[in-house]
Nanobody, 118 residues
Framework: QVQLVESGGGLVQPGGSLRLSCAAS????????MSWYRQAPGKERELVAK????????NYADSVKGRFTIARDNAKNTVYLQMNSLKPEDTAVYYC???????????WGQGTQVTVSS
């Protein structure tokens, strides 16, 4: 079955950096687009970044452009989110997501907490 396991969250000061990882299994990783979403307390879950199956194309939310970078290693079945210049408003639970290109069914990881605070 599809499994997505996030790691790398934690507490960081404003201006700091974190790298999130999402280890995938149970499907042909190289054929699936991958995304990172986040959900802050009291807010709806929002798309942060997305990368195509081959890693050729990426998209970002306006709020993170120029600060976050999504990347993938298809040999390791892993997608990353490098987060730089972190702000308190980046505080949220970050989720890894994929959607089957065959069935459109979506899959989620369990989430990892990122807290940006001094």
């Amino acid at each position: 079955q599809v499994q997505l396991v996030e790691s790398g969250g934690g507490l960081v000061q404003p201006g700091g950096s974190l790298r999130l990882s999402c280890a995938a299994s149970g499907f042909t990783f190289s054929r699936y687009p991958m995304s990172w979403y986040r959900q802050a307390p009291g807010k709806e879950r929002e798309l942060v970044a997305k990368i195509t199956s081959a890693g050729v194309s990426t998209n970002y939310a306006d709020s993170v452009k120029g600060r976050f970078t999504i990347a993938r290693d298809n040999a390791k079945n892993t997608v990353y989110l490098q987060m730089n210049s972190l702000k308190p408003e980046d505080t949220a639970v970050y989720y890894c997501n994929t959607e089957s290109p065959y069935t459109a069914r979506g899959y989620w990881g369990q989430g990892t907490q990122v807290t940006v605070s001094s």
